[in-house]
């Protein structure tokens, strides 16, 4: 189908790398056959005919049931779930598991993802549906239970095939809000702070991992485009423990600076982060630092030609160092 | 493609416009080394703001225009580094060890002409 913007489920399909490759992939997972299309289509009338009773089973597992409040508390949304369970039966039955059809599951799933269904829940309710639809089939070969057994085996072929999108589906929602939780911690944990014209600060507080290192590394790169600096105060008082992956990390934000042409002080490295970057035998000749974020900010200002001078005039504070 | 290489005052400024070849950049590196001694040039400034990738060909060769300068009596600046470019230059360990750099043009302009005074100073 032809749309100017991609709708919700495509959009999700996309995102999860759900291709026809990967449908291929899927049906395999499940072992759905030829043979199995074939006895499907015998017992596509017996599901579709009582499809509102089989739809009526699944939801009505769902009134027992407190996990399922969030569904059951939208009518709205209940309206569309309802809908949307009848379109499922009908595909399940058509013998076609394409690319539209995975759409469509995307969509009935996403309505149980808003819904904050647990995948639990939703297998619940799913098994009821089976069932109802295996009872029909049973009751339609009663004289052999063996084919009885085996269309609702193939049957359930493809009802797994839709378990395993359904679930993919709550699953990786469920993964999106982690992911954006993390993401915004990661904003928040690592500002850049102009303190002067051209002079940032960077106070780093808490486990540096690469991710976190590339993410400062970064931000701190366009900060200093962004704001002109030419220098750059790193405080890491807030880092309690430093390994030689963590140390390298630093070094890459300082070297990448420089290239940049603006120097990096690094402050607040307390006596047990010194002792192990000793210890680690990490060649620090390329890192400028000065013992307290006081001390930096001071000797940050002096390359800055900055010098502070008390009200009164009598006592300049500022008295930083030579530079070397 | 040949880069321009301009001359202000006892300064000479190369400014890469487009991604090079190697070829160009060597032939920089001549035209620089030619020039400083020609225009009798105390400073050579490379503006590579244009460029989106450095690699570890251009930066060796970025190092040795900063060298050959030095040698002929001129101090090089590089200036304007890109971002991406210096974090991707970081990763692959490229350091464009002890050559100066700064933020863009005006900076490195601004870092010549202290390095200039600085030099009055002591001499």
Redesign the interface.
């Known amino acids: 189908m032809e749309r100017d913007q991609p709708s919700v489920a495509q959009t999700l399909m996309h995102e999860m790398g759900l291709d026809s490759g990967a449908i291929e992939r899927r049906k395999r997972v499940v072992a759905l056959e030829p043979d199995d299309l074939t006895r499907i289509a015998a017992v596509k009338h017996l599901v579709v005919e009582d499809a509102e009773g089989h739809t009526a089973a699944f939801f009505n597992h769902f009134a027992n049931l407190d996990e399922a409040r969030g569904l059951l508390s939208s009518k709205a949304l209940l309206e569309r779930a309802r809908q949307l369970q009848k379109q499922h039966l009908r595909a399940l039955v058509s013998g076609v598991y394409d690319l539209g059809y995975i759409e469509q599951r995307i969509e009935y799933a996403a309505v149980f993802a808003s819904a904050g269904l647990e995948p639990r829940v939703f297998l619940g309710a799913f098994h009821m549906l089976l069932r109802s639809v295996g009872t029909s089939i049973m009751k339609r070969f009663e004289g052999s239970p063996t084919d009885a057994f085996e269309s609702f085996m193939s049957l359930k072929k493809a009802a797994f095939f839709d378990i395993g999108v359904v679930n993919d589906v709550l699953v990786f929602e469920r993964e999106r809000l982690i992911r954006q939780q993390q993401e915004s911690i990661r904003e928040l944990s690592t500002p850049v702070l102009q303190v002067r014209e051209r002079l940032l600060l960077l106070p780093i507080i808490g486990v540096i991992d690469t991710q976190r290192a590339r993410f400062i590394?970064?931000s701190v790169?366009?900060s200093?485009?962004a704001n002109?600096?030419?220098v750059v105060v790193m405080d890491i008082t807030g880092v309690a423990t430093i390994d030689s992956k963590v140390a390298n990390h630093i070094l890459?934000t300082v070297?990448?600076?420089?290239?940049?042409?603006?120097q990096v002080i690094v402050t607040g490295l307390s006596p047990e982060v010194a002792q192990s970057l000793v210890a680690l035998g990490i060649e620090l000749s390329k890192l400028r630092t000065v013992g307290d974020l006081q001390g930096g900010l001071e000797e940050a200002e002096d390359i800055l030609g900055y010098r502070m001078v008390a009200r009164d005039g009598a006592r300049p504070v500022a008295a930083a160092p030579a530079l070397d | 493609m040949a880069i321009p290489v301009l001359k202000n005052g006892d300064v000479l400024i190369a400014s890469i416009q487009a991604a090079l070849t190697d070829r160009d950049l060597v032939e920089l590196r001549d035209e620089i080394a030619e020039q400083v001694g020609r225009h009798r040039s105390r400073a050579v400034v490379v503006d590579v703001t244009a460029l989106d990738v450095l690699d570890s060909f251009a930066t060796r060769t970025l190092r040795s225009i900063a060298y050959t300068a030095k040698l002929r009596g001129a101090e090089a600046v590089v200036?304007g580094?890109?971002?991406?470019?210096?974090?991707a230059?970081?990763?692959l360990g490229l350091?464009?060890e002890s050559v100066?750099?700064?933020?863009?043009l005006e900076?490195?302009l601004a870092?010549v002409r202290a390095a200039e005074r600085s030099r009055a100073r002591a001499g």
Do not use: C, N, S
């Open positions: 590394t970064e790169l366009r200093i485009r002109r600096a030419k890459q070297t990448a600076a420089r290239l940049m042409g603006t | 200036v580094i890109q971002p991406d470019v210096a974090f230059m970081v990763e350091h464009l100066a750099t700064a933020l863009d900076e490195g870092y």
